[in-house]
């Protein structure tokens, strides 16, 4: 299947909401729902994909969030892009959707930067923070309200 066939999937599914107030195939926690993808993309086409699922790119704001995100993370053998970034200012993490710093307390490790060209952050199944090349293709996590109408109001 095509990447934008994997995609219309995706969006469909989406569509439908459980009894806990999130979509099909997301997980609840707290007040937020959360897509795992199966699919794999570049960091700026998982950020499209998680928009057309009326989301963003997950942000990760406190211990209760990175924890849920690491136990679940940790049961795939898969390094998933989280939307954190320093592409406007070296060594500065923002959050692609909100643009507010990424609070020091939720990194679990800084990423490197190894090769010089890696801007984008991905969380791997050891719940560590990394930056890779954002053309790199990831799997990746969307994350929205369990409320959908809290987004429309």
């Given at each position: ?85 320093d ?11 909100s ?8 990194i ?46």
């Amino acid at each position: 299947m095509s990447t934008w066939g994997i995609v219309s999937f995706v969006v469909l599914a989406a569509l439908t909401a459980n009894s806990n107030g999130c979509p099909d195939g997301w997980a609840n926690h707290q007040q937020s729902c959360y897509f795992f993808s199966q699919d794999k993309l570049s960091w700026t086409g998982a950020i499209v994909v998680c928009k057309l699922l009326g989301g963003y790119l997950v942000e990760v704001q406190n211990d209760l969030e990175k924890n849920f995100l690491h136990k679940t993370i940790s049961q795939q053998d898969e390094h998933y892009w989280i939307g954190a970034h320093d592409a406007v200012k070296k060594g500065s993490f923002v959050w692609a959707t909100s643009q507010e710093p990424v609070s020091d307390n939720v990194i679990v490790r800084s990423p490197d930067n190894s090769r010089n060209n890696e801007r984008c952050v991905e969380i791997d199944n050891n719940g560590k923070w990394n930056h890779n090349d954002c053309m790199a293709v990831l799997q990746y996590v969307c994350e929205r309200p369990a409320n959908i109408e809290e987004m429309v109001g």
